[in-house]
Nanobody
């Protein structure tokens, strides 16, 4: 059973960077051909896919976030991470990590973390 767990600060000041880590257990992030995603859900809004890193380290980002978003990985720790820079209060959301997400009939992923609240406020 694959498990994902997000970790990181719950409060970030405007203009700073949100840094979150997803620790994966029960499976390797380098196993072909999995894609490891970050998703967020702002208050009162739908979940939004942000980007992913693939089993071989390639990254893909939602175009509207591409200038601020970076996803990386540490294979020795079986973790992948998100950095979102120049944040504003509009980046306040519950942030999730997940595996193998698709957007066909809504956003679905085969495994999800429990989510972590990040609030951007001074």
């Amino acid at each position: 059973q694959v498990q994902l767990q997000e970790s990181g600060p719950g409060l970030v000041k405007p203009s700073q960077t949100i840094s979150l880590t997803c620790t994966v257990s029960g499976g390797s992030i380098t196993t072909s051909y999995y894609r490891w995603s970050w998703i967020r859900q702002p208050p009162g809004k739908d979940k939004e896919w942000m980007g992913h890193i693939t089993y071989d380290g390639s990254t893909y980002y939602m175009p509207s976030l591409k200038s601020r978003l970076s996803i990386s990985r540490d294979t020795s720790r079986n973790q992948f991470s998100l950095q979102l820079s120049s944040v504003t209060p509009e980046d306040t959301a519950v942030y999730y990590c997940a595996r193998d997400c698709t957007v066909v009939a809504g956003l679905t992923c085969d495994y999800w973390g429990q989510g972590t609240q990040v609030t951007v406020a001074s």
